[in-house]
């Protein structure tokens, strides 16, 4: 069964420290994978997707991931995170089976 | 292109009563899936609609459902509201559902006194 997990419930980090949000993914044909954003109280925003071709796609607002089949990983980066960057992040996979399955999200919080 | 959109925002209810969220997806979306949300569970998928018929269902009782009209808008209605069922319901609309990015609506807040 398709899965998706989210190994750190929560992250704090430094304002200017790198970031890196762990997604693993469980699925049998090569996944589409997403990651979102969610600002307290708002929807969830798509900050980048990976379907196929390179393996480190960028997204909105400096952040990238890197998609590893051999680690079933889709790991979330950014070089200096800011303030602003505090938030609830979700990975996701879509299937051929027209389901999409979230991870239970981690949460960030940015320490000045 | 207008976002999703979802009404009402934030709604009121107590135990037993009913109520009814609304969605409307980006225009040519015809997919709209439909998410509670809460602290302890999460991103739970309620179903998912695709040119009118349910596609897609997730594990929710009897008294969770929904609808989709012939211009892809999309409602949910719960029933017989319990306190369980305070949480943030999202809408996400897709171009075909699937393997396809959502695009998601604000949320409704329902709280169930």
Redesign the interface.
């Known amino acids: 069964a398709q899965s998706v997990t989210q190994p750190d419930i929560h992250i704090t980090v430094s304002e200017g420290a790198s970031l890196e949000l762990r997604c693993n993914y469980s699925y049998g044909a090569t996944p589409y994978l997403f990651w979102y954003v969610q600002s307290p109280g708002q929807g969830l925003q798509l900050l980048l997707k990976y379907f196929s071709g390179d393996t480190l796609v960028q997204g909105i607002k400096g952040f990238e991931a890197e998609f590893k089949r051999s680690q079933s990983s889709f790991n979330l980066r950014k070089p200096s995170v800011h303030w602003s960057d505090a938030a609830e992040y979700f990975c996701a996979v879509g299937s051929t089976g027209n389901q999409f399955y979230f991870g239970t999200g981690t949460s960030l919080t940015v320490i000045p | 292109k207008a976002g999703?959109t979802q009404t009402p925002r934030y709604l009121i209810k107590t135990r037993g009563q009913q109520v009814t969220l609304s969605c409307s997806p980006i225009s040519g979306h015809r997919?709209v899936?439909w998410?509670q949300q809460t602290p302890g569970q999460?991103?739970q998928?309620l179903f998912?609609y695709?040119s009118e018929t349910q596609?897609?269902k997730g594990n929710f009782p009897g008294r969770f459902s929904g609808r989709q009209f012939s211009n892809s808008r999309s409602e949910m209605n719960v029933s017989t509201l319990e306190l369980g069922d305070s949480a943030?319901y999202?809408c996400?609309s897709s171009f075909s559902?699937?393997?396809?990015?959502?695009?998601?609506?604000?949320?409704t807040?329902l709280t169930v006194l």
């Open positions: 999703v997919s899936s998410y999460g991103l998928f998912e695709f596609r897609n943030l999202l996400a559902g699937g393997r396809y990015e959502q695009f998601f609506g604000p949320g807040r």
